[in-house]
């Protein structure tokens, strides 16, 4: 059983920034594809980025030059760098980390 655990949500102003991290437990972190997804209020999930474990990513078009995915394989850590943050980012943020989810993570775009 994989744990996942996020953190480093909470409230911004539209323009700021913050950086989620998700940690996983397994000794096999490195062969993992780490995902990172959101819902927000009355959506559906969606995917926000992923990263294989290559380090090959994929965005979503709506974050595309704004997020950054990365992993730290030492630490079985998966982070998002979110910059440029929108009303529209406002979601629960979820890391899946090999097809097991985390509890979730609330990011709140507001001013």
């Known amino acids: 059983q994989v744990e996942v655990v996020e953190s480093g949500g909470g409230l911004v102003q539209p323009g700021g920034s913050l950086r989620l991290s998700c940690i996983a437990s397994g000794s096999t972190f490195s062969g993992y594809v780490m995902g990172w997804y959101r819902r927000a209020p009355g959506k559906q999930r969606e995917l926000v980025a992923i990263?294989?474990?290559?380090?090959?990513?994929t965005y979503a078009d709506s974050v595309k030059g704004r997020f950054t995915v990365s992993r730290d394989n030492a630490k079985n850590t998966v982070y998002l760098q979110m910059n440029s943050l929108k009303p529209e980012d406002t979601a629960v943020y979820y890391c899946?980390?090999?097809?097991?989810w985390g509890q979730g993570t609330q990011v709140t775009v507001s001013s």
């Open positions: 990263m294989s474990s290559f380090g090959s990513t």
């Open positions: 899946n980390a090999d097809m097991h």
